[in-house]
């Protein structure tokens, strides 16, 4: 028996990163798992790796920043499976700038790759998330609570997913929806590429864990989303559980 048997689970940024280590824990509690990706090539090697534990995975190519095809996906998932049980919005990129130089472009960039997607994800998947009485988790970050250097075009879309996931929990609780938040600090392409541009910014983020490591992508960051989307969790909604080897408590 599995925490996530019979459940169908959409992952956003999916094939890659968390969203994989997410991905590959959910089908080994059972779950149907739709990993929805902009990288063709990693989402069907991620497709192939999950169909192997779950054959009901499936992988959808598409761009969350084209906001008028992001119905389409939850079309697809209730043609598919029937039905939706958890949706995940992990996929979120930008841009490190100063706040003086940061353009309008820079903006657009964050917000269309990260808050625009989870707000109207989770507006498309409300209809069949109250009849699953199902679970979002949202992603949020040390950077944006934190308020980090560079980060700010990151840190506003941050924020204001973590304000609409507030709003989500209050507004959905009475369906028996529970609408949560993890903030991560986890090794994936996205942090690596970060050391690359940043090694000093990276260096003190790291010093600044007191775990002294990286999460693991599966078994540290996976692992929450799995008992975030179960049934354990169902009487918990509108917090942002920081799963950052203790760099950041929330007060
Ligand atoms: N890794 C960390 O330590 C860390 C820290 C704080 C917050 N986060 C958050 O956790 C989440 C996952 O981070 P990650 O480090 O695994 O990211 P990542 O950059 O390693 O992977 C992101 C995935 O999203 C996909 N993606 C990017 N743009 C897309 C688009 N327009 N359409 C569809 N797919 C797209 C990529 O192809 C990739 O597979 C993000 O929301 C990130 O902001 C991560």
Redesign the pocket.
Same mark, same amino acid.
Do not use: C, E
């Given at each position: 028996m599995g925490k996530l048997d019979g459940k169908v689970a959409i992952i956003? /940024? /999916?094939?890659?990163?968390? /969203?994989? /280590?997410m991905a590959k824990a959910y089908v080994k509690e059972g779950a149907k798992v739709v990993i929805?990706?902009?990288?063709e090539e990693?989402?069907r090697a991620m497709e192939k790796e999950l169909q192997a534990i779950q054959p009901d995975s499936l992988f959808i190519q598409?761009?969350?920043?084209q906001r008028d095809k992001l119905k389409d996906i939850i079309t697809k998932v209730i043609d598919t499976y029937g039905r939706l049980d958890i949706l995940i919005?992990?996929?979120?990129?930008?841009r490190q700038v100063l706040i003086e130089n940061v353009t309008q472009d820079d903006l657009d960039f964050s917000f269309?790759?990260?808050f625009y997607?989870t707000f109207y994800l989770m507006q498309a998947a409300l209809p069949y998330l109250k009849e699953s009485k199902g679970a979002i988790i949202n992603?949020?970050?040390?950077?944006g609570i934190n308020g980090d250097v560079m980060q700010s075009t990151?840190a506003v879309a941050?924020e204001a997913i973590r304000a609409v996931t507030r709003v989500a929990a209050n507004e959905w609780g009475q369906f028996g929806i529970n609408v949560n938040l993890?903030?991560?600090?986890?090794?994936?392409?996205?942090?690596?590429?970060?050391k690359k541009d940043q090694p000093e910014a990276y260096e003190k983020m790291l010093n600044n864990i007191p775990m002294r490591r990286?999460?693991e992508?599966e078994e540290d960051?996976g692992r929450v989303a799995v008992f975030l989307g179960s049934e354990d969790a169902s009487y918990i909604t509108g917090q942002t559980i920081m799963v950052?080897g203790g760099a950041t408590k929330l007060r």
């Open positions: 956003t /940024g /999916g094939a890659g990163g968390i /969203g994989s /280590g929805v990706d902009l990288n990693t989402g598409a761009d969350l920043t919005n992990n996929a979120h990129a930008s269309n790759t990260g997607p992603f949020s970050s040390g950077a990151y941050k993890i903030s991560p600090i986890a090794n994936s392409p996205g942090i690596q590429q970060w990286l999460g992508l960051i950052d």
